[in-house]
């Protein structure tokens, strides 16, 4: 079975700084890799998606991952941060070419940006 | 986009009794729904998958009998919180991906808003 890791628990930057969340995914086969955001009072959106082709992908509100195979790794980047990005994100996988497989979550990272 | 619903957003309600959330789909077909477990501050556990017409796969460790899920359309399914107790006050989430959309498992999952149990 498949298991994501998210390294850190809690991140705090000021406005305008880097973001870099890290994910790693255990898992043998191909998968299909995502972020979600949740901001607070709020349901899970998703930020971003990879399912093959460029590992670069880019994805709403400025963020991008990218899919380095060799270290089973979808880390989650923004070059500038702002306050309204404080939430709590996660990061996930499913299985590819499995059909309606479900996803599985890390155990999410929280993002406080201060002014 | 799609959009998933769920209600109620919040319930509270007394040790013993049952509790039902509904899950909908709105706009779009769903035969399959999965419905997560989120405790505070940790990550969302996938409880089981919902499928349309038939019985709901549950993940290891879930009671099926405590938490009964019934798929009875293409945009409906609900789970029952049978004979809650305090260790149930959780956030549950469903969550629904559209049929026919291709079978790599490559299409987006849509989330409902949850509903936030706590029995008293």
């Known amino acids: 079975a498949q298991s994501v890791s998210q390294h850190n628990h809690h991140v705090i930057l000021s406005e305008a700084a880097s973001l870099e969340l890290g994910c790693n995914y255990s898992?043998?086969?191909?998968?299909?890799l995502f972020w979600y955001v949740q901001y607070p009072g709020q349901h899970l959106q998703l930020l971003l998606k990879?399912?093959?082709?460029?590992?670069l992908v880019k994805g709403i509100k400025g963020f991008e991952a990218e899919f380095i195979k060799s270290k089973f790794s979808f880390n989650l980047r923004k070059p500038s941060v702002q306050w309204s990005d404080t939430a709590e994100y996660f990061c996930?996988?499913?299985?590819?070419?499995?059909?309606?497989?479900?996803?599985?979550f890390g155990k999410g990272t929280r993002l406080s940006v201060i002014a | 986009g799609a959009v998933v619903s769920q209600h109620p957003s919040r319930v509270i309600c007394k040790s013993g009794t049952s509790v039902k959330i509904e899950c909908r789909s709105l706009d779009f077909q769903a035969t399959t729904m999965f419905w997560y477990r989120q405790f505070p501050k940790q990550s969302l556990m996938l409880m089981a998958t919902s499928n349309e017409g038939s019985k709901a796969t549950y993940e290891q460790g879930v009671e099926k009998d405590k938490f009964l899920i019934n798929h009875a359309s293409l945009t409906l399914s609900t789970l029952t919180v049978t004979s809650a107790h305090p260790e149930d006050s959780s956030f549950y989430i469903c969550s629904a991906r559209e049929t026919g959309t291709g079978s790599s498992g490559a299409n987006v999952l849509t989330f409902g808003a949850g509903s936030r149990l706590t029995v008293l």
């Open positions: 996930a996988v499913n299985v590819a070419g499995a059909g309606n497989t479900p996803l599985v």
């Open positions: 898992y043998g086969g191909t998968v299909n």
């Open positions: 990879y399912f093959s082709g460029d590992p």
